[in-house]
């Protein structure tokens, strides 16, 4: 006989409310595999975005709380059977290790945004709670969700590629080119803000999204790094462009350049891995295909689909369609939500199987903390010497 269907992992979320690119994005993925259902919710501090969103979400009157803090206390109250077991935290990023804490310690799970923190200070003192709470924490990287990420990191894991010599990454978006937060724009507002964003703005925005890309696929930790952090909007207080050079523990060395002031591009999220044996590329713009160069054959495309018989079981079980039929961003979401809502319903404890947890956050924060000591510091770049024609 089948398997019974478990119960929805019932959801409350705190942040994305109407305007919001995010909370939407996460309310789509949730319910995407039918695991998950949002039961409560404080969108915004605009109390009437926060009821038309409440109303758009079709939640009853009394689970749409003014704030984080009611949310949390009124949940408490409510039948076991009855109260969020997840919350969804989807703010700027001051706000996420404060409500993170008060969540597991109200015996809530947590699935937040990233980073994890606005400083590893704060970010290990939240991996303290957690670890102490028996509740699970994930984060949104997003991007560690599509299942040809998945396909090359197991193609890595085997040796298809040999061992890695070099990594590039890069995620170039121009939605920053403006000074948008002058003009109204509260998602640049508080971006660029570091009371709201914390000590990055563009690095801890998307940079963090590279680096962990980076990680994931290899398999390799980043252990130096050199890096130089620009803000090429007049005027703004944080970084909206930035290049690092990294090494590894293994021994390769790599790139990542992160950009949110490159005018025409998008979400260009892309990265290539260099082993002695091959390579690889994945474009997160072009999300179903990998590409797969060994060293004494041709180029191979991978592609995406249920029914491609090259791809890993990790990547197969992240798929729901034929090759073919475009899975993207919002299937990769709603696979982190799915294997999180797995974990709840199996009782497991620590890191979540195929969601990145705290070991990321930690991982993430010390990556943005590195980057802006190492960029406030010169002692890595030396100057070219001058030159000049004889008689000039």
């Known amino acids: 006989m089948p398997r019974p269907t478990p119960p929805r992992i019932r959801l409350g979320m705190i942040g994305g409310g109407q305007g919001a690119f995010i909370g939407q994005v996460h309310r789509l993925a949730a319910r ?23 109303e758009a979400c079709h939640l009853a009157e009394e689970r749409v709380y003014a704030d984080w803090q009611q949310l949390l206390e009124g949940e408490q109250q409510l039948p076991a059977e009855q109260r969020m077991q997840l919350l969804v935290i989807a703010t700027p990023n001051h706000l996420h290790v404060p409500i993170a804490e008060a969540a597991m310690q109200a015996g809530f799970h947590v699935f937040c945004e990233k980073p994890a923190a606005v400083s590893l200070q704060e970010a290990q003192r939240l991996a303290e709670r957690w670890h102490t709470s028996g509740c699970l924490y994930g984060l949104a990287h997003t991007y560690l969700g599509y299942p040809m990420v998945w396909q090359a990191r197991e193609m890595v894991s085997e040796g298809q590629i040999g061992s890695i010599r070099k990594i590039h990454v890069e995620y170039p978006q121009g939605w920053l080119g403006e000074r948008l937060e002058q003009q109204g724009n509260k998602q640049a507002a508080w971006r660029t803000d570091p009371s709201l964003a914390g000590i990055s703005g563009c690095m801890a925005d998307i940079g963090t999204h590279a680096f962990g890309l980076a990680e994931f696929i290899s398999g390799h930790r980043v252990s130096e790094l050199c890096a130089s952090l620009s803000s090429h909007a007049d005027g703004r207080q944080l970084d909206d462009d930035g290049d690092v050079l990294l090494r590894t523990d ?72 034929p090759g073919g ?68």
């Open 32 to 54: 995407l595999d039918d695991t998950c259902e949002l039961v409560c919710g404080a969108f915004s501090r605009s109390a009437d975005n926060n009821q038309l969103t409440g």
């Open 250 to 321: 293994q021994g390769a060395s790599g790139t990542l350049i992160a950009s949110q002031v490159c005018s025409g591009e998008e979400n260009a999220l892309k990265i290539r891995i260099y082993g002695d044996q091959g390579a690889l590329e994945w474009h997160q713009m072009e999300p179903n295909s990998l590409l797969y160069r060994p060293l004494q054959a041709p180029m191979r495309t991978l592609r995406a689909g249920i029914d491609q018989p090259d791809l890993f079981p990790s990547a197969m079980q992240r798929l729901r369609l």
């Open 325 to 392: 039929h475009p899975e993207g961003y919002l299937e990769a979401l709603g696979n982190l939500y799915r294997d999180f809502a797995q974990a709840i319903h199996q009782g497991k404890q620590g890191d979540v199987e195929g969601v990145p947890g705290m070991a990321s956050g930690l991982r993430g924060m010390a990556f943005i903390e590195a980057v802006t000591t190492s960029a406030k510091s010169e002692q890595k770049w030396t100057p070219l010497p001058a030159t000049q024609l004889p008689g000039a």
